[in-house]
């Protein structure tokens, strides 16, 4: 991020849009946006980003319609007021249910009409958070901080469902859809003292590590604060000031840590219990092919 906003959610919007993607590829049929792409979009933005520092009295207004307080409602409702407000595209639907005969079939994120082209565009987006252990070529060995996700099965899902529901049941889409994308952003945590990066991913996504022990707060000057889940987006900007739990013990569940100096954010780190991976199968070594 090289603009500095001073209103967190203004960040966490600005995030939200120009943050590296954590996969990105012509995959399955699908666009799932580069970094360049999301790059563009934000610049395009830019200007009514620096309107609503300003005041964001517009923004705060929206999110409080957030359906609740889980950090996956928040990003969907910072993705539509983005696609509400640029210029690049029409918003036409949003969280739009498919149904036949009273059951539901799924629910595509975003239909929007790109005002350069005039075609119609089917988007899926999420926000993920996983951590890694061995044979980290493998999505299977990604999970999230709750073990209740894997990000094999979150790839699978949006690979063979959710980016296919407009392509499957097109009678009950109001719009003829033109083309198909995909924005996953995130976070990967990589076991401490792995130099090397999954060759699945975008080269540059966001990265982190994992400890199942305290760092020393005291280690080259940096000092390390828990973070909110609210929190998780947007580098944080004077930490010194920002009023987070600082690290003590190894905590009884997962828990995200910033380690930060003079006020500024140097990277993020998961502190997890001693037995955290008791319970997880580690697969194979084999790399998850991104097919075209």
């Not at 099965?153 to 719009?175: A, G, I």
Request: with cysteine; aromatic share 10%.
């Amino acid at each position: 991020m090289t603009e500095r906003f001073k209103h967190r959610c203004v960040q966490d919007l600005a995030w939200v849009i120009q943050s590296p993607p954590m996969i990105s590829g012509f995959i399955a049929g699908t666009n799932w946006w580069s970094a360049e792409k999301l790059e563009q979009e934000y610049q395009i933005y830019l200007p009514r980003l620096a309107q609503l520092d300003k005041n964001p009295t517009e923004l705060k207004a929206a999110l409080k319609t957030t359906k609740s307080h889980r950090l996956g409602h928040y990003f969907e409702a910072l993705v539509t007021f983005w696609l509400q407000t640029t210029s690049s595209y029409e918003l036409l639907l949003s969280q739009f249910p498919l149904r036949n005969q009273h059951r539901t079939l799924g629910e595509i994120d975003y239909l929007v009409r790109d005002l350069s082209t005039g075609k119609i565009i089917h988007i899926e987006v999420a926000v993920k958070f996983y951590l890694g252990k061995d044979g980290l070529n493998d999505m299977a060995n990604w999970h999230g901080p709750g073990l209740q996700d894997r990000l094999d099965k979150k790839f699978d899902h949006l690979c063979n469902h959710q980016t296919q529901l407009s392509r499957k049941h097109p009678e009950l889409v109001p719009y003829a859809v033109d083309e198909y994308a995909c924005i996953v952003k995130g976070r990967l945590f990589y076991p401490p003292d792995i130099k090397a990066k999954t060759t699945f991913t975008y080269p540059d996504n966001l990265h982190g590590r994992w400890r199942n022990y305290p760092p020393d707060s005291a280690e080259h000057g940096i000092s390390y604060s828990q973070l909110q889940k609210k929190d998780w987006l947007a580098p944080l900007e004077g930490i010194d000031k920002h009023q987070a739990k600082p690290l003590i013990a190894i905590p009884s569940e997962p828990a995200c840590y910033v380690a930060h100096s003079n006020g500024k954010e140097q990277s993020r780190v998961f502190i997890l219990p001693e037995n955290f991976w008791t319970n997880v199968q580690i697969h194979g070594s084999t790399a998850v092919p991104i097919q075209s």
